[in-house]
């Protein structure tokens, strides 16, 4: 290939290991000396890394740039990832012996090895967005990035529309301002919003977009299986066997589960299974670190056969050898799914192997939806998201921190990030008045300010110790309260304190691919010893499953409406469609299909209604909640609902009469705003970002504070905040958050307006084969039922009592 | 309401946590812990400052339904010595509403020993009918209304749990659950009541729409 290149000692390299550039790799370069910001849209394993580094590493070889400044800064999301990018890089600069001192800064690194960092800054630091915000904070943190040539941020697309990336958004407009020359280049998978990933990155104007195309198609096949598959249910155990002959075929295999409960449970069957005795290793976000780590060096060594994963692995980080992708369950997004496979055969030009196993009926139309859509190139569309202003306040007084500010030099650099590029002055007053004091119209706090005009009218922290409690409480991620998980003196990970509350002593459960039976919590310690049960509890853990993408969800439709496609279904699928168009209809591509049937539950008559939306399971579940409200005010008597990512299922005392009544869209709006206010998920979210903003601190030097106890105060600020100021900044952080995340208000929207004048009913006299799937559901799911806890009560007050002979 | 018998005498209690006593028109209140919010202001945090205005509030409306001429605060009416110099006009405004609408008595808590207010007295124990009105109950066996330990209670309802604040009693014991918006609570499974009461106490616990009584044993 012939180019300009004089990076001699990266050539040597190559050239010594067999390798050539890549074509893209010298288009950044050339782009990037040529004055341009890069986004490199690239499918993984496609030399991308080097390709970020390229401009730099020839930057710092031929031009010998100020010794002892920071001259790179790389950015990811991933601590693992940081890690990794760092022996690679370190392989090149190692073995041609270059000048180059790189160092990784992340929440792991030695407070020694911080501080040296400090006064001796490396070359190239790495690091991610958190640690990125607390290294600005520093009160030197202006003369530190003021060299700054380079800034490199990985996976850059997991970031945009995220309040993580509203965070670095932010942090990235300021070091503009430090560093104004510095040249950015962005990596990211394949997306299909480009632009605004491109815009998130750099807001200068000389930009460019390099987009690699796949050159090979992936190999993907959903598994076949002579096991019949199942009508509902997550957990894929019919297919172990046939799994575990695959691993067999292959050298190294990822099995990616969408849940850690789901990945714990796979992995204990796997074992079950594994006469062979192949090396099978487990990998989530729960387990302790060192696990981890110790899985990925033996999966980089080849010394491990399988690895159950959950998305801990669905990044960047490369594995080299994989040949095997197994997804179990539907991917639920395409996006997703492509990253996943794109762990397998991470090298450009082969094709990557993937195998589907789906869970149930359904999931088996989602994952041929799935590679229908991959086939097609279609991607997911993340849904733009206007910068959060909990971030925005946490931001404030970071900069605060650093240096003295001035306001209106502060607003310029506010709206030159992207996802705040609207924000009005006004907004970023009452921003700035909280963090002065809380922004309540009782202005009783202002003699406590945590910021306040210096003489020279400028913003400064009052004293040292607002930046010390800063540090503390950085970040946009609030985890739940989390315990951890002791094995004798071996740490084995950590668990969710509601879980535990929920096991009594002697009970067991799957972790860590081990069953343990719980004996006592001690010192935030789950207190557990090993046992030789082999029906455990499993855990489950709150959050991880995504809800079912718009995209994939018109795809399954597609399939679902025309009956060409279905002569390629296994027989067992065909066949309970095709009962299904004899019996009822089948859901139309852009219509609602809804059945109404009686049926017994515990010898009751109960009257079933099903709404098969497809519309993800968030907005499902928003939608019962609604058509349960109004059940209720007509008089139907609804007892409760299951949602799933499909379809919806109400059942109630007394029949539903007219259908047009439930599903009126005006009326059906009004109610959400008011239900909304009673949820559980807007006291979550509040909790949330009073966290963020820094109301509720994380902890407090010298003072330790249980999650639970935040939880608890959160809950009764909330309801005095509410009544008190309505609109206060974070009830509309909380709000916001409550409408596009759970409650997916965008979505239901657009699916009551899609459905208009398009409802297909049918009154059958008994359950429609479709519908078995939902009804086995509800023996599963418990639903969150807060709003009728009450009910529960008397009820159980009742049969309690007459237990024991009180009634 | 809910009917409980203590030394023969009988008492209703309400969902929101006011023990009355209407054959003396008495209410008895416990840990208004009032300007909670405020006192951690000079340490940065900028808690909503409304929950004095709000527990008051609460208060004033639930009492001024019945015929009550009395109203026994037992203790921690204050969170901290200088919460009075922190009230809200409108706060103010509701005290002394408050103060001159009943006689009020002020029973001594922790939080309020180095308080010095002229216009309030303190007593560190009320009594009336054999009954003593304290903040934090004693070893004693007489019969004893107090406070102080904020309890409340869990009951598991399907597969959820709900935790709420609850009315503690057994033969000599009764004690409140804190009234005061910002307050926390103390589960009642938790050591400290074991050494307090030798049986199993009732337990009532104070629901949204209603008070239930569970056998102790149902209770996380």
Request: proline share 4%; charged share 25%.
């Given at each position: 290939?012939?180019?300009?290149l004089k990076?001699?000692?990266?050539d040597?390299?190559?050239?010594k290991?067999n390798?050539?550039?890549?074509?893209?790799q010298?288009?950044?370069?050339?782009?990037?000396?040529?004055?341009?910001?890069?986004?490199?849209?690239?499918?993984?394993?496609g030399?991308?890394?080097?390709?970020?580094f390229?401009?730099?590493?020839?930057?710092l070889?031929?031009?010998?740039?100020?010794?002892?400044?920071?001259?790179?800064l790389?950015?990811?999301?991933?601590?693992?990832?940081?890690?990794?990018?760092?022996?690679?890089?370190?392989?090149?600069?190692?073995?041609?012996?270059?000048?180059?001192?790189?160092?990784?800064?992340?929440?792991?690194?030695?407070?020694?090895?911080?501080?040296?960092?400090?006064?001796?800054?490396?070359h190239?630091l790495?690091?991610?967005?958190?640690?990125?915000?607390l290294?600005?904070?520093?009160?030197?943190s202006?003369?530190?990035?003021?060299?700054?040539?380079?800034?490199?941020?990985?996976?850059?697309?997991?970031?945009?529309?995220?309040?993580?990336?509203?965070?670095?958004?932010?942090?990235?407009?300021?070091?503009?301002?430090?560093?104004?020359?510095?040249?950015?280049?962005?990596?990211?998978?394949?997306?299909?919003?480009?632009?605004?990933?491109?815009?998130?990155?750099?807001?200068?104007?000389?930009?460019?977009?390099?987009?690699?195309?796949?050159?090979?198609?992936p190999?993907?096949?959903?598994?076949?299986?002579?096991?019949?598959?199942?009508?509902?249910?997550?957990?894929?155990?019919?297919?172990?066997?046939?799994?575990?002959?695959?691993?067999?075929?292959?050298?190294?295999?990822?099995?990616?589960?969408?849940?850690?409960?789901?990945?714990?449970?796979?992995?204990?069957?796997?074992?079950?299974?594994?006469?062979?005795?192949?090396?099978?290793?487990?990998?989530?976000?729960?387990?302790?670190?060192?696990?981890?780590?110790?899985?990925?060096?033996?999966?980089?060594?080849?010394?491990?056969d399988?690895?159950?994963?959950?998305?801990?692995?669905?990044?960047?980080?490369?594995?080299g050898?994989?040949?095997?992708?197994?997804?179990?369950?539907?991917?639920?997004?395409?996006?997703?799914?492509?990253q996943?496979?794109?762990?397998?055969n991470?090298?450009?030009?082969?094709p990557?192997?993937?195998?589907?196993v789906?869970?149930?009926?359904?999931?088996?139309?989602?994952?041929?939806?799935?590679?229908?859509?991959?086939?097609?190139?279609?991607?997911?569309?993340?849904?733009?998201?206007?910068?959060?202003?909990?971030?925005?306040?946490q931001?404030?007084?970071?900069?605060?921190?650093?240096a003295?500010?001035?306001?209106?030099?502060?607003?310029?650099?506010?709206?030159?990030?992207?996802?705040?590029?609207h924000?009005?002055?006004?907004?970023?007053?009452?921003?700035?008045e909280?963090?002065?004091?809380?922004?309540y119209?009782?202005?009783?706090?202002?003699?406590?300010?945590?910021?306040?005009?210096?003489?020279?009218?400028?913003?400064?922290?009052?004293?040292?110790?607002?930046?010390?409690?800063?540090?503390?409480?950085?970040?946009?991620?609030?985890?739940?309260?989390m315990?951890?998980?002791?094995?004798?003196?071996?740490?084995?990970?950590?668990?969710?304190?509601?879980?535990?509350?929920?096991?009594?002593?002697?009970?067991?459960?799957?972790?860590?691919?081990r069953?343990?039976?719980y004996?006592?919590?001690?010192?935030?310690?789950?207190?557990?010893?090993?046992?030789?049960?082999?029906?455990?509890?499993?855990?489950?853990?709150?959050?991880?499953?995504?809800?079912?993408?718009?995209?994939?969800?018109?795809?399954?439709?597609k399939?679902?409406?025309?009956?060409?496609?279905?002569?390629?279904?296994?027989?067992?699928?065909?066949?309970?469609?095709?009962?299904?168009?004899?019996?009822?209809?089948?859901?139309?591509?852009?219509?609602?299909?809804?059945?109404?049937?009686?049926?017994?539950?515990?010898?009751?008559?109960?009257f079933?209604?099903?709404?098969?939306?497809?519309?993800?399971?968030?907005?499902?579940?928003?939608?019962?909640?609604?058509?349960?409200?109004k059940?209720?005010?007509?008089?139907?008597?609804p007892?409760?609902?299951?949602a799933?990512?499909?379809?919806?299922?109400?059942?109630?005392?007394?029949?539903?009469?007219?259908?047009?009544?439930?599903l009126?869209?005006?009326?059906?709006?009004?109610?959400?705003?008011?239900?909304?206010?009673?949820?559980?998920?807007?006291?979550?979210n509040?909790?949330?970002?009073?966290?963020?903003?820094?109301?509720?601190e994380?902890s407090?030097?010298?003072?330790?504070?249980?999650?639970?106890?935040?939880?608890?105060?959160?809950?009764?600020?909330?309801?005095?905040?509410?009544?008190?100021?309505?609109?206060?900044?974070?009830?509309?952080?909380?709000?916001?958050?409550?409408?596009?995340?759970?409650?997916?208000?965008?979505?239901?929207?657009?699916?009551l307006?899609?459905?208009?004048?398009?409802?297909?009913?049918?009154?059958?006299?008994?359950?429609?084969?479709?519908?078995?799937?939902?009804?086995?559901?509800?023996?599963?799911q418990?639903?969150?039922?807060?709003?009728?806890?009450?009910?529960?009560?008397?009820?159980?007050?009742?049969?309690?009592?007459?237990?024991?002979?009180?009634? | 309401?809910?009917t409980?018998?203590?030394?023969?005498?009988?008492?209703?209690?309400?969902?929101?946590?006011?023990?009355?006593?209407?054959?003396?028109?008495i209410?008895?209140?416990?840990?208004?812990?009032?300007?909670?919010?405020?006192?951690?202001?000079?340490?940065g945090?900028?808690?909503?400052?409304?929950?004095?205005?709000?527990?008051?509030?609460?208060?004033?409306?639930?009492?001024?339904?019945?015929?009550?001429?009395?109203?026994?605060?037992?203790?921690?009416?204050?969170?901290?010595?200088?919460?009075?110099?922190?009230?809200?006009?409108k706060?103010?405004?509701?005290?002394?509403?408050?103060i001159?609408?009943y006689?009020?008595?002020?029973?001594?808590?922790n939080?309020?020993?180095?308080?010095?207010?002229e216009?309030?007295?303190?007593?560190?124990?009320?009594?009336?009918?054999?009954?003593?009105?304290?903040?934090?109950?004693?070893?004693?066996?007489?019969?004893?209304?107090?406070?102080?330990?904020?309890?409340?209670?869990?009951?598991?309802?399907?597969?959820?749990?709900?935790?709420g604040?609850?009315f503690?009693?057994?033969?000599?014991?009764?004690?409140m659950?804190?009234?005061?918006?910002?307050?926390?609570?103390?589960?009642?499974?938790?050591?400290?009541?074991?050494?307090?009461?030798k049986?199993?106490?009732?337990?009532?616990?104070?629901?949204?729409?209603?008070?239930?009584?569970?056998?102790?044993k149902?209770?996380?």
């Amino acid at each position: 290939m012939p180019h300009i290149l004089k990076i001699k000692p990266i050539d040597n390299w190559l050239k010594k290991n067999n390798w050539n550039y890549y074509d893209h790799q010298i288009e950044t370069l050339k782009l990037s000396q040529n004055g341009f910001d890069v986004l490199l849209v690239a499918p993984t394993g496609g030399g991308k890394t080097l390709a970020g580094f390229l401009p730099s590493l020839n930057d710092l070889i031929n031009n010998r740039p100020k010794k002892n400044k920071l001259h790179t800064l790389y950015i990811s999301p991933l601590k693992a990832l940081t890690i990794d990018v760092h022996r690679n890089l370190n392989n090149p600069i190692e073995d041609q012996g270059l000048d180059i001192r790189v160092e990784t800064r992340t929440g792991d690194t030695s407070a020694y090895k911080k501080n040296r960092q400090k006064v001796l800054p490396p070359h190239m630091l790495m690091t991610t967005p958190e640690s990125l915000a607390l290294l600005l904070s520093n009160k030197e943190s202006k003369d530190y990035f003021k060299d700054l040539r380079y800034l490199i941020i990985d996976e850059i697309h997991v970031l945009v529309n995220s309040k993580r990336g509203d965070l670095l958004s932010l942090n990235l407009s300021r070091i503009n301002s430090m560093s104004p020359d510095c040249k950015r280049i962005g990596l990211s998978a394949t997306v299909k919003n480009k632009n605004t990933v491109l815009k998130f990155l750099t807001s200068k104007k000389k930009t460019k977009i390099l987009n690699v195309e796949e050159t090979s198609h992936p190999k993907i096949e959903i598994l076949e299986t002579n096991t019949r598959v199942p009508w509902s249910g997550h957990m894929a155990s019919y297919a172990i066997k046939d799994i575990y002959q695959k691993i067999k075929k292959s050298s190294l295999t990822i099995v990616f589960v969408n849940t850690r409960a789901q990945a714990e449970l796979v992995f204990n069957k796997l074992w079950q299974e594994n006469d062979k005795n192949l090396r099978i290793a487990i990998h989530h976000g729960s387990l302790e670190k060192e696990i981890r780590r110790k899985v990925e060096s033996l999966m980089s060594l080849g010394k491990i056969d399988c690895v159950v994963a959950t998305s801990s692995l669905d990044l960047g980080i490369d594995w080299g050898d994989i040949d095997l992708v197994i997804q179990i369950g539907s991917p639920k997004g395409i996006s997703r799914f492509l990253q996943r496979i794109g762990r397998s055969n991470h090298k450009f030009d082969e094709p990557s192997n993937a195998l589907l196993v789906p869970s149930n009926r359904f999931e088996y139309l989602e994952c041929l939806s799935a590679i229908n859509s991959i086939k097609n190139k279609l991607l997911d569309e993340t849904k733009e998201k206007k910068g959060s202003l909990d971030v925005l306040a946490q931001h404030i007084l970071g900069v605060a921190c650093s240096a003295p500010f001035h306001v209106d030099e502060l607003y310029n650099q506010v709206i030159n990030a992207w996802p705040y590029r609207h924000l009005t002055k006004i907004k970023f007053f009452e921003v700035l008045e909280f963090v002065k004091n809380g922004g309540y119209s009782l202005k009783y706090y202002e003699q406590y300010s945590k910021i306040a005009l210096n003489k020279n009218k400028l913003y400064a922290i009052k004293n040292k110790s607002i930046r010390n409690r800063y540090k503390l409480n950085v970040g946009t991620i609030v985890e739940s309260y989390m315990l951890k998980v002791k094995l004798g003196n071996r740490t084995l990970g950590q668990v969710e304190e509601w879980f535990i509350e929920g096991l009594n002593e002697g009970d067991t459960f799957l972790f860590s691919g081990r069953v343990l039976e719980y004996q006592t919590i001690l010192n935030d310690n789950v207190i557990v010893k090993s046992t030789s049960h082999t029906q455990p509890k499993i855990p489950s853990y709150a959050g991880g499953r995504l809800p079912l993408s718009t995209e994939l969800s018109i795809e399954v439709r597609k399939l679902l409406s025309k009956k060409q496609f279905w002569k390629n279904f296994p027989n067992q699928i065909n066949e309970w469609l095709k009962l299904q168009s004899k019996f009822s209809n089948l859901p139309s591509l852009n219509g609602l299909l809804v059945e109404t049937f009686p049926r017994l539950v515990s010898g009751k008559k109960r009257f079933f209604l099903i709404c098969y939306t497809f519309e993800g399971r968030n907005a499902n579940q928003t939608l019962g909640f609604l058509i349960l409200r109004k059940m209720q005010r007509i008089g139907c008597k609804p007892i409760s609902f299951v949602a799933t990512d499909y379809a919806l299922a109400i059942w109630s005392i007394n029949e539903v009469k007219d259908i047009n009544i439930i599903l009126n869209d005006d009326l059906m709006l009004d109610d959400l705003y008011e239900w909304l206010e009673e949820t559980p998920l807007l006291k979550k979210n509040f909790r949330d970002a009073a966290i963020i903003s820094g109301l509720i601190e994380r902890s407090i030097p010298g003072q330790k504070k249980t999650g639970k106890q935040v939880l608890f105060n959160s809950d009764l600020i909330f309801n005095v905040l509410r009544k008190h100021e309505p609109k206060h900044l974070l009830l509309e952080v909380a709000r916001d958050d409550s409408y596009r995340g759970l409650i997916d208000l965008d979505r239901l929207s657009e699916f009551l307006k899609r459905i208009e004048n398009n409802i297909t009913y049918k009154k059958l006299d008994r359950i429609s084969p479709l519908a078995v799937p939902l009804i086995l559901e509800i023996n599963r799911q418990t639903i969150d039922k807060s709003e009728m806890e009450e009910y529960f009560l008397e009820e159980l007050e009742n049969e309690i009592l007459s237990e024991v002979g009180l009634n | 309401m809910k009917t409980i018998n203590f030394n023969n005498h009988k008492f209703q209690i309400s969902r929101d946590g006011i023990l009355f006593w209407f054959d003396k028109q008495i209410a008895i209140i416990s840990d208004l812990h009032l300007e909670k919010g405020s006192s951690f202001g000079s340490s940065g945090q900028f808690l909503p400052p409304y929950d004095s205005e709000e527990t008051l509030t609460k208060l004033l409306n639930t009492i001024k339904k019945y015929n009550i001429t009395k109203v026994i605060l037992l203790g921690d009416t204050f969170h901290d010595k200088n919460a009075f110099s922190r009230m809200s006009n409108k706060v103010l405004i509701l005290f002394e509403t408050f103060i001159k609408k009943y006689e009020v008595i002020f029973v001594l808590g922790n939080h309020e020993t180095k308080m010095k207010f002229e216009h309030i007295k303190f007593f560190n124990e009320y009594v009336l009918d054999g009954i003593h009105f304290i903040h934090q109950t004693s070893k004693k066996c007489i019969y004893q209304i107090s406070g102080h330990y904020h309890p409340v209670a869990t009951i598991r309802t399907g597969a959820k749990k709900i935790t709420g604040k609850c009315f503690i009693q057994e033969q000599y014991n009764l004690i409140m659950p804190s009234y005061g918006v910002y307050t926390g609570g103390l589960n009642i499974r938790n050591k400290i009541f074991k050494k307090i009461f030798k049986k199993e106490p009732n337990v009532y616990f104070l629901g949204k729409r209603s008070i239930y009584k569970f056998p102790y044993k149902f209770y996380l």
